[in-house]
């Protein structure tokens, strides 16, 4: 890309100074101190230095601006020059370094003598170019400021979303491991309260009672586990996890909101208590998203599955009208994302006919 840039920008330096040239003198008819070659051959050594212009910007510029002194060719150079300070130095050096090339003129004009131009003509033409070359050059610097703090804008939102999205999965992990402290103390305190029964049950051999000891031991070491390794991540006391027996309260309680949601439960029997629980907090989140992105508009919920088949759950709502965001353009559905997959399911969010549309399928595990 550089290489393309420094063609065109010797080019155009070449073919500006040949006008300057052919409109100033090209057949030196009118004698001077610098014969016409000089002129040109000057002009190009300095417009080929123009592939220095990113290196070493002032360098360039203050060689090529004293040779417009003695080569009006080399005029292509010094707006090439001009412009590289305008975009990689301040306002103020390629400010002083344009004022520099129009002091060069008279000392042209004096080497140069020639009836034919006026000095305030040439400095009207030139003073016009030059400031061309600085203007075009401050606004290239402002136009590649705006894109890099742009682009930094849009590297900075993409981490941060990156942020808010891991820590929607770490949050939703750490509520399942408490969910699943819940649970499991439960059942291993069961557990531990049979295996005493029957290890202080008279009717039943010894071997039952030593085993029945070794269970309920085991239990309690289990339980005690438990809680050193999932426990901590409890700030406070929770209430028992919902499941699905009380998607119908969510049901209720989104009509008090003054959605209209048409629940279809197809289910015969109710699924084991993980997929219940997720269930729930499917529904309770894809009701929240349709009331938050669709307010007024109707919600169709069905439940439908069964043992061997898998708990299907499906929310659909149409797009609102007055309502820029895409439904489930948050991180709510992150979370239940994440639920949906460490259950070991899979879900599926897409856009049919102006609806949107949540597809939910969990294992229905015995």
Known sequence: MNGVRDVVAVGGALGLGALLVVVGDPTGEVPGLVPWQA?????????????????????????????SAVSVMASGAVLGAVFGLALRRTFLVALGFALGYLATIPVYLLMQPDPRHSLWTDLVVRGVLVSAAVGWGLYARERQALIDHLGERADRAEAEQAARIAGARRDERDRIAREMHDVLAHRLSMISLQAGALELHPAL?????????????????????????????RDEPEPPQPGLAEVRDLVADAHRCGSEVDFDDRLAT???????????????????????????????????????EGLRISVSNPFSVRSGSVPGSGLGLVGVAERVELAGGRL??????????????????A
Do not use: M
């Open 270 to 308: 109710a699924p084991p208590g993980a997929a219940g629980r997720v269930a729930y907090r499917v529904v309770q989140e894809a009701l929240t998203n349709a009331r938050k992105h669709a307010p007024g508009r109707p919600v169709r919920l069905v439940l439908d599955g069964g043992p061997g």
């Open 39 to 67: 002129d040109v051959a000057v002009g190009v050594l300095a417009c080929f230095g123009l592939v220095l212009r990113r290196r070493w910007p002032l360098g360039l510029a203050a060689v090529v601006v004293p040779l």
């Open 205 to 233: 051999p010894a071997e039952v009672h030593l085993a029945a000891g070794v269970v309920q031991t085991g239990a309690h070491e289990a339980l005690d586990e438990l809680r050193s390794v999932i426990g901590v991540l």
């Open 348 to 365: 599926v969010r897409d856009t049919v006919d102006g609806w949107f549309r949540l597809e939910v399928l969990l294992p229905w595990l």
